[in-house]
Structure formats: C-alpha cells, structure tokens
C-alpha cells in the first residue's frame, strides 16, 4: 500500500520530530534559543500560509498583525498586570479585528496590488508606533519589562532559560500545526485553494470568495497575534523596529521559498531562513543576498517551493455504494 | 505664505524626482505588466555609482561643475542602464510564460539582491556626496526665497521627461514600444521585434531611475544603501496615482504627490510624512485603481 | 410558469450596448436555447443572469424572486448554476475536488468545526463526497475521480464542467457553448446527457454554435444579433425566420 516515497517522507518526518522532542538534552542555550525562533516563525509562517499559501493572496503585510498582537500584550501586561498567557486570545483577537477592517476594502484587489498595499500597511503601523499613537506604545524606544509567562506559578523565563521557554513554543508550534493541518483538509481549506487556483470560477460554483479571504485574513491575523504575545513574553521588550517592513519579507520567503500551502513546508522554510544562517555565522552578512538570490533561483526553476504541497487524498473507496447518490 | 511657497518648491523638486523614478516603473508596467520591484534599487545603485565615479575620476574638478555632472549623468545612466538590462535578462525573462507572480516574486528577490549587493560592496554606514559642487545660492522671487537647486533638478526632471515623451509619441522606436504595450502579440505578427522593445524599456526606466539617483545624492548629500525601498514604493504610488503604465500620469503623480507630502510634512505632521504617501497609495487603489489618467477596463469573463 | 425572467436587460460596455433592452422567459423545466453570430451579447446575457456583471437597467427574475444585482454565490445559492465558455477548472486540483466545489454552497461546517473535527463535519463530508461522486457517475466521469482536472481532454473537461455545476443541485443550470471543442460522437452524448438533465427537473438555458444540437436539443429559442432579440420561438419556425437567416448569412458564422 505505502510506495517508498512516503515510507521515505514519513521516516524523515519522525526523524525530525525525534531530533526536536530531544534538542534540548544536547543543544547549547545558544541554540535553543534558535530553535526558539525558528518556531516563532514556523507559526507565524504557518499563519501568513493560510492567506498566502492556501488562499493565494500576496499578502506582505503580516508582521503588522505580528506586532498589534505583541503591543497588546505588552500595554495590556504592563498597565494592568495581566498575566501574558491569559492576553495571548485577546491579542489575537486585537490582530484578527485589526485585519477584518484594514483588509476589507483591499481584499478584492489584484495580486501585486495587494502586496504593496500590504506593504504600505505595515509601514503605516510601524510609523503609528514610532510616533507614539495613543500615547501608549512607547514610541520609538518601545515598552520593556513585559512579564515572562507563568504556568501554574511556575515562571517561564524566555530570556534566562531559553531550554523552557522552548518546550512552550514547541506546544504551540504543534496544536498550531494540527489544527492547521485539519483545517487545511476542510471545506475551509478547500474554498481557499479554488479561489486561489480561478477566483471567478470559484464564485461561480458558489463560494463565497470574498468571504473567505476575509476570512482566511481574521485566522491568519489572529494566531500571528497570539504569536505576538509569545514573542513579547520571550524577550520581555518590543520597540516597533521589530516589525518593520523586513520581518514580513521574511516570513513571505519562509512561505514561497519552503512551499506556499504546504505544513511541511513552511517549517523546513523557516529552519531554513532563521535556522541555517546561525549554522554560518561568519556569512551571517550574507544572508538576505543569498536569499534574495535563491528567491529569484526557485521562481525560474521550482516555483511551487522545495516541498510543494500534497494533492489530498479523499475516502472514495470507503464509500458505500448506497452513499454514492444523486 | 513662506512657509506654503517653500513646501510646494520643495515639493515640486521631490516631486520631480518621484516622477523620474515612477517612467521607470510605468515603462516596464506598460510592455510586461510587471511591477519592478528592483526598479528603487537600481535608482540606489544609480547614487552610489555616482558617488565612485564622482571621487575616483574627479570629474567635477578638471570639466567644471554644469560640464561635469552633465557627463557624470550620462554615465550614471548608461551604467545603470544596463544593469536594466542584466536584470531583465536574469531574473524577469525566463519567467515570461509565467503566471504573473512568479515574475513579482522574483522581482522582490531582485530587490533584496540589490540592495544587499550594495551593502556588501560599500558597507551599511550611511555615505556622503562632496557638497561643494553645486551651487547653493537663493532666488529672490517677488520675496519669496527659492533654492537654485529645487529649480534644477524640477527643470532636468522636466526636460527628462518631455524628451521621453516625445521619444515615445514620435519616433518609430516609440511607435513600437506604445504598440507593444497594447497587445505584444499582436506587435510580433507586424514584425516588431519585442524582445527588443522589452530591452530598451529595461534600458530607459533604469537609465532615469539612476539619473534620479545622481539628483538625490547631489542635491541631499547622504546615501544609504536602502534609500531606494522608500523612494521606490513612493515613485510607484506616483505611477499609480497618475495611472500606472501611463507616461504624462506618471510625471503628474509625482508631481502632485510631491508636493501633498510636503505640504502635508509642514501642515499636519512631519513625523508622519512617511506615512502620508502610504495612505494616498491605499486609498487611489481602493477607490480609483486606474488613476488619475487611467481607463477603467472591464475583465473578461 | 417560468422559472427565470428576464426583462429587458441593458448592459453597455464603454459606449457599446453589449445587450440591449433583451426579454424572454424560461418555462421551468424547459431546455431553451440562446443563439446569434459571434459577438451578439450571448455571453454577456449569460454573465448578467449570474451575476458576474450587473445590469444597466432591465431585471431579472429566478423563481419569482428578484435576483437583479445579486452577488454570484448568492445566485448559485438561489439554484442557477453555470459552466464557462472558455472552459474555468481548477486546473491542477482533481477531478472530484472540482465537483466538490460545485457541493460547496449545501454544506455548511465552517473552519472552527473543521479544526475540531466534529462528527456533524465529518458526516456532511462524506455525504458531499457520496453526492460528488453520484455526479462524476452521471456525467460518465465516474472512473477519472482521481486524475488531475486539467490532464483531461476537451471534452471531458466541458463535463466536468456540468458536474461542478449540477452538484450544487440547480434548478437552472446555464451552459455556454458545452459542444465547443467536442466531436460529434461527444456531442451526441452531450444530447442525450442534456436530455437527462432535463429528467432530473432541471432547467437548462443553453448557448450553442453546433445548430444540429441546438436544433436537436431546444424546445424554444431566442436569437441575438448586435445585443437585440430578433426573434424568438420553436426551432422549427427560427429556422425559417428570414430575419434569423440574415443574420447569420450576413456574417461568417455557421450557417444551418
């Protein structure tokens, strides 16, 4: 039943799992910490895929829910002394509200106008930050002193003991893929890919295209907003430079250059991207002109990513014959 | 009333600048339908190539400033020409029978090949233009102060433009660029050779991109290899606002957003001007994607 | 009693009136027809009845009610269903996933039942699964379930595109052009499947440039020419209409 391909596929899957679950018994706290951040951004590519990778939608303004969700937390931890894990649904919920205004208007435009209004998007957010709106965000300077998470009085300190900050990352990095991953083989997922593939087609079988690249913005804004809250509570301090227009360059390489629509993916995307370059230090200067020339490599010779994603597999055969009707 | 009058000359000169830059991007808009992401960059390149050429040969000093810098331009944008070209041909032309995003994909990696390439070579420190080629004297216009230099570069900007202009409605070359706009296929059938065309635009754009480099590093002094981002996305709103693949649009969209940033700089807040283009950018695409001088094209079902 | 009205519908394009003051009514479980020379607006009608453009002036009426300047999905919801003329798969994704999408607008779990997989989702699943199939079967592409949609060849791709369109259980279901592309062994059995359409209780309002299918198929036609009716009736009386005939002798479009 099983061919060779997916025995192969499925044994290096289980090797990587194995190698993460056991890291941090032989990984230095240096290299923890990169795990750390190659998890940070394994979920927040994982999110920007559903806008970009299922639903198609060149969007390149993600870092901005990334940093609604991180401000919320740290205002919101700072003023009032809520516990962070307990903000993480309502930064996600700022981000996702954020996305449902901003990108209603701007749904309906064409792919490469959508990507500069998104870029322009997230600039427009960075200059609010600077500049201090409301006078709450801290301007340029950003906020410190936002607290570490605790669970059960245990404190999880991101910065001194990057070894548990990284067993939380690591949970979160797993529900975010299961839920992902069944949402993905869903009617949801489904309605993303045919807009995706012929947006007037799709209409016309009777999706509700708008709708749902709406929608997949509101999911996708809101768990880069929870995100946001795990990078706040990690290094306990954000300043608006750490959402600027290049953190959402890189989590739009992390999609296209692992696989835009595809779990696998976008996690080898961002060990790649954030993992590998650590792995180099002395070519750390590099980095950006190296992927800069392996973006323009993969659209002339494998567009699709190097781990594209797999056609799903439906029952038909476990249907009964008394199903198949009219 | 000064304080309007110097907004709107200084606005005017940024303005022309925005212009020069967004021929580029509506140049190659118009034949490939390709947003040049690269094309800021190439303007970058267009400054720092100014600046080698500018200390290493001393040009300045042996043919006079005017003599000088006209020769120094003319080679900025031979140079930064071809480097239109060379990224045509690397990243853009195998992607032709593409669908439409590769090619902006791998526009964006250009772009951050660029821009890193820059870095590399010249380091990240910000650099410095020798300010004491050009002149800084003051017009008294009916009182009101007005910088030579706005002046120049608004009347270079000009003439740039109408030259291109002309080129374009006038000459067969011209001719065959406007008609491989329209449909390429089409041009091909009447023995147009657009691969050709396609080369030009990728010359021209570029060549004025750099030309508006030069102006920048003069006229402002201090480069930094990632100035193009920030001038490219607001020559591209320009090329928007104006009508993007619409030549005189695109001189009037920089023009005109020019001048609403720095009036907007001085009347609402200097610490958003930034912003200000950003949101003239979203707002035009929201409610009027074509433009100013635009048509409105129904898409076919 | 008609099952669609349309009442003289205006759509101008930059100046050009594309369709121009057209009526006709489509008695419910009709098959009707709407023909003309290329360029007559037929299309045009088409994408105004569903939606995909919106009228100047003029209504239509599905089932009595008033679905002038009604989103697309909305009108696929109410029961018109359409296939394209230049063929719109979702070319690299399977063939059942692309009958599925036609079943999309009768089901209803939304992304938080689907990541939680509740048993309600799974069994809609299933049933939208044992529908989608029924409809491969029906159209005789039962046995290319799994292949890629755009591997198939012209013909087969025309009734994938009828699938898509009858799972989302139409009462009308609009058709342009299903013969192009296709030889006439697989016109012939389009016949005979639009014939079995009709069985169903389905409305059919079909464009066509095959005549012999037209004439075969339609119990009334309306034909188009410069975006106005000329004329309208049974095949037989269109046929010998000598303004019809004009019009497609004045142009160089297939003749009877």
Redesign the interface.
Known sequence: MIDKKTKFRRLVYAAFVLFWMTAPLYLNKYFIDVLNNVALYAVLGLSLNIILGYGGM?HMGHAAFYAIGAYTTAIINIQFGVPVLLIMPLAGMMAGLFALVVAR??IH?R???L???T???V??VR??L??NVFGITGGANGIFGISSPSIFGYTINGIVHPHHYYYLLTAFLGITIV?FF??E???????L??LC??E??????????AGYKL?AFV?GAFWAGMTGTLYAAKITFISPESFS?WES?VM?MIV?LGGSGSIPGVILGAILIIGLPELFQGLQ??R??I??????IM??FR?QGIIPPK??K???NR?DKS???? | MEIFFTQLTNGLAVGGIYALIALGYTMVYGVLKLINFAHGDLFTIGTYLGLSLLTSLAITDKLGPVAGVILLAVMVMCLVGIVGILLDRVAYKPLRTSPRLSAVVSALGASIVFSNAIMLVYGPSTKVYPHDILTTRVLDIFGLPVPVMRLVILLTSIVLMIALYGFIQKTKIGTAIRAAAIDQDAARLMGINVDRVIMLVFFIGPALGGAAGLMVGLYYGQIKFTMGWIYGLKAFTAAILGGIGNIPGAMVGGLLLGVIESLGAAYISLAWKDAIAFVVLILILIVRPTGLLGERVAEKI | MSLLSVNAITKTFGGLKAVDDVSFQVPKSSIFGLIGPNGAGKTTVFNLITGNYKVDCGSIRFNSEDITGKITHKIVEKGIARTFQTIRLFGKMSVLENVLAGRHCRIRSGPVSAMLRLPKQRAEERRALGKSMAELEFVGLGHEFANIAGNLSYGNQRLLEIARALASDPRLIVLDEPAGGMNEQETAALVDLIFKIQGRGITVLLIEHDMSLVMKACQHLVVLEYGKKIAEGAPDAIKENPQVIEAYLGSDDDVF
């Open positions: 060149f208007p701007i435009l792919g490469d106008y990507l500069i209004v870029i322009g998007l600039e427009i200059i609010a600077i500049n839920l069944l949402l083989h869903s009617r949801f997922g489904r309605a890919r045919y593939s012929d007037i087609a799709a209409e016309g079988s009777g999706i509700n295209t929608a999911i227009f360059v739009f296209i200067q590099y950006l002109f992927f800069g020339i392996a973006l323009v659209m002339i567009p056609p799903p439906y029952p038909v249907l199903e198949v009707v009219l």
